[in-house]
């Protein structure tokens, strides 16, 4: 219950309601093996307000540049460059590195607004996303297309991370010292795990603008989700006032919730391929799971649903391929949809041989790997091979209606 939660999150209670938020009364945090969960007392009625953050408490870009601002020498045309990302990672890790260093180095320089926020979040060690994983954790994701998104997405962060670096650096030497890798690492997960579209926060809301950034919502983000769990995400004014600084973001469940029970969020329809990257946990059986496939050196990014859609767009592809290979030669319809369906079956039978390799690896895995890593890559691969078996089931429907066309017309087809 609420008096037996951990200090630092009495004091996230304290902060967040002196500036101006709120939690519903019935609601509590408990420490969990991903961080915290919130729970409910008592039974909440379906409308309620769970929780309620003024923009004014949000991590924006803005709010991350105006502080580097103020505590970088000369970052005026450097900073202007910085993605969303690199401003508020950079803003992220900048608690820890002034708490750290010596105060003296910092000077009478503004201190970051967000450390009760940072402190309820989930330590390090908890965070499970590839950015965490050991050497021999990525290994295993070899075989599937986790595995270069993985390292393509280590690799952009790493970049990031050093160009952040070099602009500390030119400040404080120490300062630099502090701002690791692996804080950088850990403030971009919070942001991926977290975030929500600066787009929410205006007076008229939308969840697709391009021009959005990622935006941290202190208290509204500590619901862990539930795919298809009834809620809204609302856009209040808090004193009537007609400025955008007096706007609050809250979350509205939009059903009972149980005495008991943990009160959920919705972080929309993903995949366990989205989910693991961004997230660091994937969901067994998750409808969302797709399989992507891209032909020999083509740049077109399939994606196969449980349901297989997508199936059809990769037989166009192929078919394209081969008349373009079959140049001048005429080609009977049935005669091009078999040779089709034989290559996509072909591609399908490599693929999903490196599904079964990778998965035979990750249930006998060697070297340093978590038991709940590997869990959420068995789950991962087990969709995999889900759709895999969708699509291969699906060119053999369609090969049995290609020969029964060549028949129609008389042909009987010999393999
Ligand atoms: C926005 S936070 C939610 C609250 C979080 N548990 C915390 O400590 O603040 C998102 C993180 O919570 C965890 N999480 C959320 N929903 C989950 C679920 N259904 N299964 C497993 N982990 C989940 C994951 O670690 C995810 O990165």
């Not at 970051?112 to 590839?130: Q, S």
Request: glycine residues 6%; proline residues 5%; aromatic residues 6%.
């Amino acid at each position: 219950m609420a008096s037996n939660e951990p200090a630092s999150v009495r004091a996230f209670r304290e902060w967040f309601s002196a500036n101006g938020g709120s939690i519903h009364e019935d609601a509590y945090f408990e420490r969990e093996k991903s961080g915290m969960g919130v729970y409910a007392k008592k039974g909440i009625s379906n409308g309620q307000t769970i929780v309620s953050c003024p923009i004014s408490l949000a991590v924006t870009d803005q709010v991350a540049r105006d502080y580097l601002v103020a505590v970088l020498s000369d970052p005026h045309q450097l900073l202007e460059k910085w993605s969303s990302r690199e401003l508020i990672c950079s803003y992220i890790v900048m608690h820890w590195v002034s708490q750290e260093v010596n105060p003296e180095e910092n000077g009478s320089r503004p201190k970051p607004l967000h450390g009760p926020y940072l402190e309820i979040l989930p330590p390090a060690p908890n965070l499970k996303t590839p950015l965490q994983f050991t050497d021999a954790e990525i290994d295993l994701l070899k075989g599937t297309n986790l595995h270069g998104a993985a390292l393509d997405r280590i690799e952009e962060r790493s970049k990031e991370w050093k160009r952040c670096l070099s602009l500390i650096r030119e400040t404080s030497q120490k300062w630099a010292d502090a701002f690791t890798w692996e804080r950088y690492k850990t403030a971009a997960t919070y942001l991926s795990s977290r975030a929500f579209p600066s787009s929410l926060l205006s007076s008229s809301p939308s969840l697709s603008d391009p021009n959005s950034t990622p935006v941290l919502l202190p208290g509204v983000d500590s619901l862990n989700h539930s795919r298809g769990q009834p809620v809204s995400w609302v856009v209040s004014n808090l004193s009537n006032a007609p400025t955008e600084e007096r706007l609050a973001i809250s979350l509205v469940s939009r059903a009972d919730i149980h005495p008991n029970s943990e009160i959920l969020n919705n972080y929309g329809l993903k995949s366990n391929a989205e989910l693991i990257l961004g997230y660091g946990f994937a969901l067994p059986k998750n409808p969302e799971d797709t399989l992507v496939l891209k032909l020999g050196s083509s740049s077109v990014r399939h994606e196969i649903t449980r349901s297989g859609d997508g199936i059809e767009e990769v037989c166009q592809e192929l078919a394209l391929v081969l008349k373009q290979q079959l140049a001048e030669e005429s080609i009977e319809d049935w005669d091009l949809d078999l040779e089709v369906l034989d290559r996509f079956k072909e591609m399908m039978e490599v693929v999903s041989s490196k599904l079964y390799h990778a998965g035979a690896r990750v249930e006998e895995p060697e070297g340093d790997v978590q038991a709940d890593v590997r869990q959420m890559m068995l789950t991962y691969i087990a969709g995999q091979l889900d759709v895999s078996k969708v699509i291969l089931q699906s060119l053999d429907e369609r090969w049995q209606k290609a020969l029964q066309v060549a028949e129609e017309q008389g042909v009987e087809v010999e393999f």
